[in-house]
C-alpha cells in the first residue's frame, strides 16, 4: 500500500512538474510565431515599398477622385438591367463656321449661275422632300420613274456617300450625315444628306456648273427658303434639295441615279 500511494505521488507530481514547462513552450511558441509574422510583414512592405513612408503615394491616394457630372449621370446604379442607353459623351451641336465654304475663288473656277425659280407652278418637290421621313421616303416621291423603281431595295451606309457619279459629286465641305443606296437588279441609286458651310446660291451655282457640263436638264423651284434643282440626261436623274440653315450655310438631301 505504501508502494501504490508513493507511486501516485510521483506521477501527481510529475504531471504538476510537467504542465509549466508545456505552458511556458506553448508560450514561447507563440511569440516568436508572432515575430516572425512581424518581420515577414515588415520585409512586404520593404519589397513593395510601403505607401505609409511615400508622401507621394499617400498624397495621390488621399486625393479628390475627379468626377466628370455630365458622365456620372448616365450610370446605371440598377447593374441587374441594361442601362436605358448607351454611354456617351455629349454630342457637338450640330453648328458650322459660317462663310467657310468652297466659292468659286476657293475653287480656282467660275460658277455658272443656276436659272431663276420657275414661277407661277410653286414646289411640289419642296413638299415631298419636306414632308418625307426618310431618305427611302424621298426617294419614292421623286418624279424620275427609275428612282422611284429603286425606293424599296435601298440600305442605309455612309459608303454610298463615296459612290456618287462624277458628274453629281458630294459637295466639296459636305458635312455627310445620312446616306443611302441600291444596285438592285439594274438600280444605282444614290441618296445623301449633308450641311455644307457655303450659301444656299454658292450651292446651287456649283451644282449647276456641273450637271450643265455633263449635259444633264436643269429646273429650278423654289418655296421661301426651300429650293430644289433637279434634271436629267437620259436614263440618269439628279436632285438637289436645299434649304437655308440657322447659321447661314446650307442643308441638302442629294438624289442621284445612275451612280458610280
Not at 154 to 166: D, E, G, M, Q, V
Not at 189 to 200: D, G, I, Q
Amino acid at each position: 500500500m505504501v508502494r501504490r500511494g508513493i507511486c501516485a505521488l510521483s506521477s501527481a507530481g510529475l504531471a504538476a512538474l510537467m504542465l509549466p514547462l508545456a505552458l511556458a513552450a506553448c508560450s514561447d511558441g507563440s511569440a516568436a510565431d508572432r515575430n516572425l509574422d512581424s518581420l515577414d510583414a515588415e520585409l512586404a512592405d520593404g519589397n513593395s515599398g510601403s505607401t505609409a513612408s511615400d508622401p507621394a503615394a499617400m498624397s495621390a491616394l488621399q486625393a479628390q477622385i475627379m468626377v466628370d457630372p455630365a458622365l456620372a449621370s448616365q450610370a446605371n446604379h440598377d447593374a441587374i438591367r441594361p442601362p436605358a442607353q448607351p454611354y456617351s459623351a455629349q454630342i457637338p451641336p450640330d453648328m458650322m463656321a459660317p462663310g467657310q465654304g468652297t466659292s468659286a475663288a476657293a475653287t480656282s473656277e467660275t460658277l455658272k449661275a443656276a436659272p431663276a425659280p420657275v414661277s407661277g407652278q410653286g414646289c411640289p418637290q419642296c413638299s415631298a422632300a419636306r414632308e418625307s421621313l426618310t431618305l427611302g421616303g424621298l426617294v419614292e416621291r421623286q418624279a424620275n420613274p427609275g428612282a422611284r423603281a429603286c425606293a424599296g431595295t435601298i440600305t442605309y451606309s455612309t459608303r454610298w456617300a463615296n459612290r456618287l457619279p462624277s458628274s453629281v459629286p458630294l459637295y466639296p465641305d459636305a458635312r455627310v450625315s445620312e446616306a443611302a443606296g441600291s444596285e438592285a437588279g439594274s438600280c444605282a441609286l444614290r441618296v445623301v444628306s449633308f450641311a455644307s458651310a457655303a450659301p444656299l446660291q454658292t450651292v446651287l451655282d456649283w451644282y449647276y456648273t456641273r450637271v450643265s457640263k455633263a449635259g444633264y436638264s436643269a429646273e429650278h423651284q423654289a418655296q421661301g427658303d426651300e429650293h430644289v434643282l433637279a434634271g436629267t440626261r437620259g436614263d440618269a436623274a439628279y436632285a438637289v434639295f436645299a434649304t437655308v440653315r440657322a447659321d447661314g450655310g446650307t442643308d441638302v438631301d442629294l438624289v442621284a441615279n445612275q451612280g458610280s
